[in-house]
């Protein structure tokens, strides 16, 4: 019986050992996964053997560009110089209707006692025509009337026209000094208070040049009003002319110095140079210019000084043009906002004090509104149509 079991037991573990060795035997195998086709670079759309068939990999479109979201602003090309002052004549004239109307209306008056000269003298001071050319024009209109008798309407406006353009001095060169000798550029240094619309005329006055086919460079030599340079820098961005501008609070002789030597390599026509015009002191402010003048004149002559006066500040703005002329050798004047004031005899008295033209004109808040000063054309505007 015994040795029945043992029998029993061998065979069964016989059995075990044999079943475990065809389970290691015929195991499933793990299967590989099939490689990944990588589509060839750059090859969208080719075919590709895989298994004896064809198969195409489309690749997606590039993406477009992203367009920049600031863009550089359209350089403008304005009009050219010439005719401006013709054309804003009558801008000018609406708001002369006070002298040239009231003069007109007091001449022509049946009877000219002292009373009545009293009158047309008090309205030319008012008009800041200034005490002594006053008193000039109104002896030689009282000289001219008694010659006459009997004063016909276009008699009368033909001796104001003539009186006033003898005052304004037509034969002055108002010529804008913009075209230097040699190869270097002319250079213009802007000088005047501000509030007065001086970093306002020099980039209208920048316009203007280019309108007449000059290259211009800018200087932003106002360091000390933090918003000058930076509107200097957008009237220079409107018409493609170049902007040399330094630190906030920087030496304005250096950024001059920097403008002027941009010039020279651009070979540009006029570089224009914006400077402060901070009247703290006159002692400070003639420092000032006059170094900015004298680093400037190591690389070129300046050719132009133009002071910037707002015709509406009247007495007041011709003390300080005084100031100014004392300080730097001005050579014309560019008189701003004269179409915003009845007191356009600021230009006699202006230039009778400080013996030089007025050469520019702002007749508006236009870009385009700064026109070179004509006395035939102004005089017409101040008495209106004949």
Do not use: C
């Not at 009231?102 to 025509?129: C, F, N, Q, Y």
């Not at 075209?179 to 005047?192: N, Q, T």
């Not at 004149?297 to 002071?307: C, G, I, N, P, S």
């Amino acid at each position: 019986m015994d040795g029945y079991l043992v029998i029993s037991i061998v065979v069964i573990l016989a059995a075990l050992l044999a079943a475990g060795g065809l389970f290691f035997m015929f195991r499933p195998s793990a299967k590989k996964l099939p490689p990944v086709d990588t589509p060839p670079a750059g090859g969208g759309g080719e075919e590709e053997e895989q298994g004896g068939g064809t198969a195409t990999a489309t690749l997606a479109p590039p993406a477009p560009p992203v367009e920049e979201l600031v863009k550089p602003p359209e350089v403008e090309v304005p009009p050219p110089s010439a005719g401006r002052m013709v054309r804003l004549r009558a801008r000018l004239a609406r708001s002369q209707t006070t002298l040239g109307k009231g003069l007109l209306e007091l001449l022509s008056r049946d009877r000219l006692d002292d009373e009545v000269w009293d009158e047309i003298e008090e309205t030319l001071i008012t008009a800041d025509v200034g005490v002594a050319p006053t008193r000039a024009m109104v002896e030689e209109l009282r000289t001219k009337v008694k010659v006459l008798g009997s004063r016909t309407p276009k008699e009368v406006r033909g001796l104001l026209r003539e009186q006033l353009l003898t005052q304004i001095n037509p034969g002055l060169d108002r010529t804008l000094h913009t075209s230097a000798p040699g190869e270097r550029p002319a250079v213009l240094l802007v000088v005047g208070v501000n509030g007065t619309g001086k970093t306002t005329t020099t980039g209208k006055l920048a316009r203007s040049l280019i309108g007449d086919g000059k290259s211009v460079v800018l200087g932003a030599a106002d360091t000390f009003r933090a918003a000058a340079a930076d509107q200097l820098q957008t009237w220079g961005d409107r018409v493609g002319a170049p902007v040399v501008r330094g630190p906030e609070g920087g030496d304005p002789a250096s950024v001059a110095f920097d403008a002027v030597s941009r010039g020279i390599s651009d070979k540009a026509d006029v570089v224009i140079v914006d400077t402060a015009g901070r009247l703290h002191t006159k002692t400070g402010l003639m420092d000032e210019l006059g170094k900015v003048k004298r680093v400037i004149e190591k690389r070129a002559q300046v050719d132009e000084v133009l002071l910037v006066l707002d015709a509406t500040t009247g007495q007041n703005g011709m003390r300080q043009a005084q100031v100014f002329a004392e300080v730097v050798n001005i050579t014309g004047i560019a008189l701003t906002k004269l179409d915003g004031t009845a007191k356009g005899g600021i230009v006699i008295s202006v230039q009778r004090e400080l013996g030089v033209p007025v050469k520019l004109a702002g007749l508006g808040e236009g870009p385009d509104d700064l026109a070179p000063f004509d006395p035939e054309v102004f005089v017409d505007a101040l008495l209106g149509e004949a």
